[in-house]
């Protein structure tokens, strides 16, 4: 891999993360992460997604570019969107009722995931080639899922844990995941 391509996938996995550095898609963060399996497979359902939207989504920006039509790229980027999310969410269905019965409403929920949308519109904005923007796609999935991985690991490990009354439940999920942002802090440096 290119350097420019290593740097561009490093920093939409570690420095820039979507979840714990923007802050986008934190609805899944929160609400799928709650079980190790389910949230691998939901981040791998939010890779596919972004990787698909992000070859799309290029290829509606030369369409549009060439035709002098720039204010139809948002309504664009988000057609293509839930159209591949539907996708997604009719394959999973018949493949795997079980994990679609466990992803429940947040599978859908892909469709608004701002962390999808976000991605478009910044490899639009920096203006990526193809493989820099299937890169930064690639990029941007795997450090969603890693987000919802550590995540999850982490909430399954505190449910044995003993933890005080006061912090049970949702106080202590939102608490973890602010210690996992301020230590993705860390990646800025590189």
Known sequence: MDASLWK?????SLINNFVLAYFLGICPFLGVSGKLSTATKM????????LIASVCAYGINALLAAINAPFLSLISYIVVIASTVQLVEMFIKKMSPALFQSLGIFLPLITTN?????????????????LQSIVFALGAGVG????????????????????????????LTLLVAGILSLSFMGFSGL
Do not use: N
């Open 8 to 12: 561009i996938f490093i920093g939409a």
């Open 43 to 50: 981040g791998a359902a939010v890779m596919f997604v972004m």
């Open 114 to 130: 701002c962390a999808i949308l976000g991605l478009v519109l910044f490899q639009t904005s920096k203006g990526y080639g193809w």
């Open 144 to 171: 969603f899922t890693i987000a919802l991985v550590l995540m999850a690991g982490l909430r399954e490990r505190l449910d044995f844990a003993e933890t005080p009354h006061m912090v049970k439940g949702v106080a």
